[in-house]
């Protein structure tokens, strides 16, 4: 029985591998279409290392957030919804972006608390506050 365990193993470990290679090649086959054997191996490594940067232009966002509204959102203070809580953002994000957007910028008081007018920066702009709402929402989906 001990002799056979090494066999297993490498049979395991060799379908692994032809595994992995299928499905990579099955991945593969779209994009490497006109260029088969070049392309094989580097295209599908491309495509996923230029997917996450989408939030990083939403650099203003982030930063109105950290500086005015984290103050309440980022711990829940006073019923602020926090970024990431999705159950507490979906019936919010349902209403819409401009009501969101709204809210933000002239306050509003809902049944948690009270929201005030651009977070109590009332140096923003709205294009800032509006900034800042993406920015948590984003992360709230
Ligand atoms: C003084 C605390 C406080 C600060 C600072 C604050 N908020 Fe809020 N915010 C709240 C509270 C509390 C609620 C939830 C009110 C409710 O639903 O009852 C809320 C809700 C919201 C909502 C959801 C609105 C809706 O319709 O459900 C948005 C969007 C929002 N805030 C954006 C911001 C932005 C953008 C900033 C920074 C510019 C900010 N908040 C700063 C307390 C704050």
């Known amino acids: ?30 994009a490497a279409a006109p260029a088969p054997t070049a392309a094989t191996t580097t295209a ?10 989408v939030q990083a232009a939403n650099d203003e966002g982030k930063a109105v957030y950290n500086k005015t509204c984290a103050l309440c959102h980022a711990a829940g203070v006073a019923g602020a919804p926090k970024p990431g809580d ?17 809210h933000a910028i ?20 709205d294009e800032q506050v509006k900034a800042a709402v993406d920015h948590m929402v984003a992360q709230s989906r």
């Open 86 to 102: 999705k159950a507490d953002w979906a019936p919010r994000i349902a209403q819409g972006n401009d009501t969101l957007y709204k």
């Open 106 to 125: 002239e306050g509003f008081t809902g049944s948690k608390g009270a929201m005030p007018a651009r977070g109590g920066g009332a140096s923003l702009s």
């Open 44 to 53: 599908p490594t491309a495509e996923v290392a230029s997917a996450p940067p």
């Open 1 to 30: 029985m001990k002799r056979l365990a090494p066999v297993a193993h490498a049979a395991a470990l060799l379908l692994a591998f032809s595994l992995a290679a299928c499905s990579k090649q099955e991945s593969a086959t779209p």
